[in-house]
Structures are given as C-alpha cells and as structure tokens.
C-alpha cells in the first residue's frame, strides 16, 4: 500500500507540471502567430504612402552639436535621424569636440533617409583609446534641401 501512494503521489506533481506548460506553449504559439501575422500587414501599408507622398515632404532641422563631446554629438544625431561623418587631421574618438559642422545648425534638409552632417573635431582632455569612429554605424545618405521657398 505504502508503494501505490507513493505512485499516485508522484503521478499528481506530473499532471500539474503538464498543464502549465501546456498553457505555456499555446500561449507562445499565440504570441508568434500575432506577431507573424502584424509584421506581414504592417510593411505593405506603410511603405506606399512613404515612397510616393512623404518622403519628399519631409522636412528635418539640423541639430547644434557644436562644442559637444563627439560621444553625444553623434548620439544626438542618430537620436534625431541623421548619419554623419567625421573630416580633418582629429579622428572620432569618444572624448573629442565638435567645433564645427556641416550643414549648419538650424539648416533644413529633406529626410532622404539619414542625411549626413560632416563633423569637425579637435582633440579633447580625455584619451584617444580604441579605434575611432568616424562614420555613423547605420550608414547616411546625401544631403538635400528644400526646393520650395514660399512655405515651411
């Protein structure tokens, strides 16, 4: 008798562990299918407006990163959708300065993906470690301004 309890007691722990991870992987199989099912609707309604109407409506301002730590200039500038590229003899080491850019702050551009702001930078206090970065991770495209002149 002291077998057939201990049989039934280890039988129930089994059944209960059974239904939590069946719920489990249902509610997995759910959670993908939605997914699945939202990614392959999304594409095909947002990229026909963007192609052909706003794309080149769309107008950017160009950020003051001047006298910023190249750290967080080039974060300001990807936060904000632009690309960028560092030129002259100071390479884009994390510690160094902003003294000028191209466009000038204030500037607007047409979003053509992620214009590209070129960098000038002097050498910082911190020290020049690792290898620099001198183009902005995702890529940049060319710059383009507005056409029309009477309208914002």
Do not use: C
């Not at 089994?14 to 939202?38: E, F, K, N, Q, Y």
């Not at 003051?64 to 080039?74: E, I, M, N």
């Amino acid at each position: 008798m002291g077998m057939f309890q201990r049989s039934d007691a280890s039988a129930v722990p089994r059944r209960i562990l059974t239904l939590p991870r069946l719920t489990a992987v249902a509610a997995a199989g759910l959670l993908v299918s939605a997914t699945i099912s939202l990614a392959a609707d999304k594409p095909t309604i947002a990229t026909k407006p963007a192609k052909h109407s706003s794309a080149p409506h769309q107008v950017m301002t160009v950020p003051d990163v001047r006298g910023q730590l190249f750290v967080f200039a080039s974060g300001t500038l990807e936060d904000g959708g632009f690309g960028w590229k560092v030129r002259g003899a100071v390479e884009g080491y994390p510690a160094n300065v902003v003294v000028s850019q191209s466009p000038q702050p204030g500037a607007h551009v047409i979003d053509t993906g992620a214009p590209t702001i070129t960098l000038h930078l002097v050498r910082g206090k911190g020290a020049q470690l690792g290898e620099p970065q001198n183009r902005s991770p995702y890529g940049a495209s060319l710059i383009r301004r507005p056409t029309h002149s009477g309208s914002k």
